[in-house]
């Protein structure tokens, strides 16, 4: 039951983090928000050994202003498990992002 990853699958359920998102698909959506992931090519990233590296340095740095939500973001084998409320913060700088780019194209 380890090895198929239900341990990790029930406690993750138990402690209630609804969002769940593949490392490829977190990347192709949330990379562009900071500055030095912009350089680094969306395939690198991708096919880094290190993607839940990779990934947490990305988190740290969106939520570089709300360092509190970042232990409750949790880094599985193939995906990232965040509460509704990191989810509601990331999709609002998302949003932030995308709209200060609008004004200046």
Same mark, same amino acid.
């Given at each position: $039951?380890?090895? @198929? =990853?239900?341990?990790?699958?029930? %406690?993750?359920?138990?402690? =209630? *983090?609804?969002?769940?998102?593949? *490392?490829?698909?977190?990347?192709e959506r949330y990379y562009q928000?900071?500055?030095? &992931?912009?350089?680094?090519?969306? %395939?690198? @990233?991708?096919?880094? %050994?290190?993607?839940?590296?990779?990934?947490?340095?990305?988190?740290?740095?969106?939520?570089?202003?709300?360092?509190?939500?970042?232990?409750?973001?949790?880094?599985g084998k193939k995906k990232i498990? $965040?509460?509704?409320?990191?989810?509601?913060?990331?999709?609002?700088? *998302?949003?932030? &992002?995308?709209?200060?780019?609008?004004?200046?194209?």
């Amino acid at each position: $039951m380890r090895y @198929l =990853g239900l341990f990790e699958s029930v %406690k993750i359920r138990l402690e =209630g *983090y609804p969002l769940r998102i593949e *490392y490829e698909i977190f990347f192709e959506r949330y990379y562009q928000l900071v500055k030095e &992931f912009r350089s680094v090519k969306l %395939k690198n @990233l991708l096919k880094s %050994k290190n993607i839940k590296g990779e990934a947490s340095k990305l988190i740290k740095r969106i939520f570089v202003d709300t360092p509190d939500a970042i232990p409750k973001i949790l880094f599985g084998k193939k995906k990232i498990y $965040m509460k509704l409320n990191e989810s509601r913060i990331l999709d609002e700088k *998302y949003m932030q &992002f995308w709209q200060e780019k609008k004004i200046y194209v």
